[in-house]
């Protein structure tokens, strides 16, 4: 396909950041395009319900509301290829985006493509994706039903994740390396209210079981080291993310853990490249901190075209 059009904004990744760029940018009279691999919405349409945007008093899905900023971009005239890139040259006049479907031009880039879960790095753990390891509970649950799980990790994502599975599987065992959750206090009485939901502090999943399917996993207490085997039917791994930066690496300044170096005003240190949503360094990674910079992006966008008499 391809596009000899030289946009005036490039969005890549089409999440609440990026969705929110391209409104922003069209609705400031620039033309632009977004590239999204999967679905408007990126890796927020894996979550089933979102109870902290604002203007959703039942909450929302995580589908609907990314296609609906999907459409509000739209409406106002940007333009979306779904398409994986494969390569980014940020430096050329116009930047490049390559992909299977061809390449894409513009004057200005914004990167929004987000993170991707995060992996143990157990035996097996890549081959079993699929057949008893998930990384994404909303999207996987429903498999397991009735059935015995165990959800590793300690942070927001795991512990929505035990509670959502909870709800659907026979028993649920919450596994983290430590003493104390991660999570949000606001989340303790809940997982005590749960019969069927056994938190397992201070241990680690140190084996995944099972020839081709997951039979079990075997855990590790820290203190005593003693290791015993867990039977469960499946292990949802959620232990944080990673940001999705390869494509920039080497031309965008990266910090120590990946993220694009890039404070409130979204700015890389490349001139008409800009980093918005979770793949930027921040304090807070949440849809409505990504929707904030992805209007912030596109504000600066616009003005480095007028000041470059670029617009
Ligand atoms: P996170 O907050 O970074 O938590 C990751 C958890 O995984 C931590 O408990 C960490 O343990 C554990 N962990 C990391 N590496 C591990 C390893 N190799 N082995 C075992 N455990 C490991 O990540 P998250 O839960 O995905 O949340 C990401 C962001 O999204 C956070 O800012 C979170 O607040 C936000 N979020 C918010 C909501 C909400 O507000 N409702 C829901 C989901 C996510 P330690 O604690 O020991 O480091």
Do not use: W
Request: include cysteine; glycine fraction near 12%; charged fraction near 20%.
């Amino acid at each position: 396909m391809g596009d000899t059009t030289v946009f005036d904004v490039l969005v890549i990744g089409g999440g609440p950041a990026g969705y929110t760029a391209a409104l922003y940018a069209v609705r400031a009279g620039l033309s632009c395009l977004v590239i999204e691999k999967m679905a408007a919405g990126g890796q927020m349409c894996e979550t089933a319900m979102i109870d902290n945007y604002p203007g959703f008093p039942e909450g929302v899905d995580g589908f609907t509301l990314g296609d609906a900023m999907g459409k509000g971009a739209a409406r106002f005239g940007a333009k979306t290829v779904f398409a994986e890139v494969t390569a980014l040259r940020l430096t050329e006049s116009p930047k490049v985006a390559v992909t299977a479907e061809g390449s894409f031009f513009a004057r200005t880039v914004i990167v929004a493509t987000g993170a991707t879960h995060r992996h143990l790095g157990l035996d097996g753990e890549q081959a079993m994706i699929g057949r008893g390891v998930g990384y994404c509970a909303t999207c996987d649950g429903m498999f397991y039903r009735g059935k015995r799980v165990a959800v590793v990790g300690g942070g927001n994502s795991a512990v929505a994740d035990a509670l959502y599975l909870s709800g659907i599987c026979q028993h649920v065992t919450l596994i983290h390396r430590r003493h104390e959750l991660r999570a949000s206090p606001i989340y303790l009485a809940p997982l005590k209210a749960k019969e069927n939901l056994t938190l397992t502090l201070n241990s680690r999943a140190v084996a995944l079981l099972g020839d081709t399917r997951i039979t079990g996993v075997t855990v590790e207490e820290n203190e005593s080291g003693t290791r015993y085997d867990l039977p469960v039917d499946g292990v949802f791994i959620s232990i944080g993310r990673d940001p999705i930066t390869a494509l920039v690496k080497g031309q965008l300044t990266l910090d120590d853990s990946g993220y694009i170096v890039a404070d409130e005003t979204t700015k890389t240190n490349l001139a008409g490249v800009f980093a918005a949503g979770d793949v930027r360094t921040k304090p807070l990674r949440q849809i409505v901190t990504a929707t904030a910079d992805g209007a912030t992006a596109a504000y600066f966008a616009e003005e480095y075209l007028r000041q470059n008499n670029n617009a």
